[in-house]
């Protein structure tokens, strides 16, 4: 990879204020709202030339209306994500609609926002869904790391991605003394090859300023794991608002000297392009 790879982020958000013709659900950090042409700006701004979409679950839940309508107006910046109910009865009808839809990329599970198991139905039929549609599963699985193992081992021709490290991160600074006690747990992932991770929000876990000096040596077992080739990095933009700029969580990646240039080529989109069969045009 060189310089001519596109820097693509791996996870950003995208909302509408809450109103009654789309209420929120819950609660996502960040503004107000952050449209799609926010978030098109914020991206220019700071020479990031596309990224992954992900409808937010917090406050749409399984409904990714508004990423479609964000998908429309900027076709060539986002590929797009959705998280999938693994208690919804026509999980296979589901997935089929999902990915006739243009520039849907992929599905997302949020093991770490309900209670299950490895052997639920409704998780394995994602999985199973995923692997006929050839798109990757996002799995959000911080708390959860043994049932992502288990997911792992049962679906070999799943492509699974590991958000956010695998690691609980925070809304609110400073990042907790413990954020890296679970890494033992998710370098064993890396024994997977159908796994793959997102190195997405790691300054929120720095207790060093910008630019988070500190964070590297776990990243950099994270990286030796997995290979580099195997490693997305993200911003998780608008979650991190409160912890960093967005203009920060790209710097961070290419002011360091951790990474030789076609390592931060293939991290901060090639690695991605690969796995998600998406680029940005």
């Given at each position: 990879m060189t310089s001519s790879t596109p820097v693509i982020d791996v996870q950003v958000?995208?909302?509408?204020?809450?109103?009654?013709?789309?209420?929120?659900?819950?609660?996502?950090?960040?503004?107000?709202?952050?449209?799609?042409?926010?978030?098109?700006?914020?991206?220019?701004?700071?020479?990031?030339?596309?990224?992954?979409?992900?409808?937010?679950?917090?406050?749409?839940?399984?409904?990714?209306?508004?990423?479609?309508?964000?998908?429309?107006?900027?076709?060539?910046?986002?590929?797009?994500?959705s998280p999938f109910a693994p208690d919804s009865e026509n999980i296979e009808q589901q997935m089929e609609e999902w990915t006739s839809h243009p520039g849907v990329v992929g599905a997302r599970i949020m093991l770490a926002r309900i209670e299950i198991e490895a052997d639920?139905?409704?998780?394995?039929?994602?999985?199973?869904?995923?692997?006929?549609?050839?798109?990757?599963?996002?799995?959000m699985c911080s708390g959860k790391l043994p049932i992502f193992r288990e997911m792992a081992r049962k679906h070999p021709n799943t492509q699974l991605i590991v958000d956010h490290l695998g690691l609980a991160q925070p809304y609110e600074p400073p990042a907790p003394p413990d954020a890296w006690d679970d890494l033992p747990a998710v370098l064993e992932l890396a024994e997977f090859d159908n796994v793959a991770i997102?190195?997405?929000?790691?300054?929120?876990?720095?207790?060093?300023?910008?630019?988070?000096?500190?964070?590297?040596?776990?990243?950099?077992?994270?990286?030796?794991?997995?290979?580099?080739?195997?490693?997305?990095?993200?911003?998780?933009?608008?979650?991190?608002?409160?912890?960093?700029?967005?203009?920060?969580?790209?710097?961070?990646?290419?002011?360091?000297?951790?990474?030789?240039?076609?390592?931060?080529?293939?991290?901060?989109?090639g690695s991605l392009m690969k796995i998600y069969n998406w680029s940005p045009s």
């Open positions: 958000h995208a909302y509408k204020r809450n109103h009654p013709g789309r209420p929120w659900h819950g609660h996502l950090e960040g503004p107000p709202e952050v449209t799609g042409d926010d978030m098109v700006a914020a991206m220019d701004e700071v020479g990031v030339d596309g990224a992954i979409l992900v409808s937010p679950f917090s406050m749409y839940q399984y409904d990714a209306s508004y990423a479609l309508e964000v998908y429309d107006q900027h076709s060539g910046c986002f590929g797009l994500v639920n139905p409704g998780v394995n039929q994602i999985l199973a869904a995923g692997a006929k549609s050839n798109i990757p599963i996002n799995v997102k190195i997405s929000g790691a300054g929120t876990l720095a207790h060093e300023p910008f630019p988070y000096a500190d964070i590297w040596e776990p990243l950099t077992q994270i990286f030796n794991a997995y290979t580099i080739d195997r490693c997305m990095w993200g911003t998780d933009w608008t979650r991190a608002v409160n912890l960093l700029t967005y203009e920060q969580g790209v710097e961070a990646f290419r002011v360091t000297d951790q990474l030789t240039d076609s390592e931060r080529a293939t991290l901060m989109g």
